[in-house]
């Protein structure tokens, strides 16, 4: 069973949490590959059987619009019944946009 942990990072630290996730599936035996979103096709990603996807909030609680919102609206409608984790970090707000993002 294969898993992307997929992310954008503004500062640094979704990417730290990435990299700990990653750390803690390889730590479990099992197979892991750590990709940013701008290193990553969409069509390539579907090929896991798992994602976990990460991006901080970004202004008034939103997602990163650049680059991460446009890949995750291309694979949202695609993941199937593929299992998916949804991680981010954030500042002033109060993570309601963790639960839009939902």
């Not at 997929?6 to 750390?23: H, K």
């Not at 730590?27 to 940013?36: D, I, M, N, P, Y």
């Not at 994602?51 to 619009?65: K, Q, V």
């Not at 695609?78 to 970090?89: A, E, N, T, Y």
């Amino acid at each position: 069973m294969s898993i992307l942990v997929v992310y954008w990072t503004g500062t640094g630290n979704t990417e730290i949490m990435a990299e700990q996730i990653y750390e803690g599936i390889l730590s479990t035996g099992q197979e892991a590959v750590l990709k940013s979103v701008e290193q990553i096709t969409v069509e390539a990603a579907l090929e896991f059987d798992k994602i976990a996807f990460g991006c901080p909030s970004m202004g008034i609680e939103n997602l990163e619009e650049d680059d991460f919102e446009p890949f995750f609206e291309e694979i949202e409608t695609q993941l199937g019944d593929k299992k998916i984790i949804l991680f981010g970090s954030y500042g002033w707000g109060d993570g309601e946009w963790m639960d839009a993002w939902e």
